[in-house]
């Protein structure tokens, strides 16, 4: 009888700018993998040398996700201009 993992399929992403874990670890060294591999798939987190007890833990505690985050918002400057701010800039002149 053989055992499936809950996240046989998925794909993971870091959440956050750095490794949360002990550097040096075992846990370290897989949410690296994850890091450095964003949308790895958990068969292939395994292929690679992860550990799914790492993985876990790095899902409970909110570390990776299995879907992309979102992309950061545009900065203001890149903002669309408003039609009405254009018509009062032109009857100025």
Do not use: C, W
């Not at 591999?37 to 909110?62: F, I, M, W």
């Not at 879907?67 to 900065?75: E, M, Y």
Request: avoid cysteine.
């Amino acid at each position: 009888m053989s055992m499936t993992s809950k996240f046989a399929g998925l794909k993971f992403y870091a959440v956050g700018d750095a490794n949360p874990r002990r550097k040096g670890s075992i846990g370290f060294k897989s949410h690296a993998l994850i890091r450095k591999n964003p949308g790895l798939t958990y068969e292939q987190y395994v292929e690679k040398g992860g550990v799914p007890a790492s993985l876990r833990y790095d899902y409970d505690a909110g570390y990776v996700v299995n879907r992309a985050p979102k992309a950061k918002a545009k900065a203001k400057a890149e903002a669309p201009v408003k039609a009405e701010t254009v018509v009062k800039a032109e009857t100025k002149k």
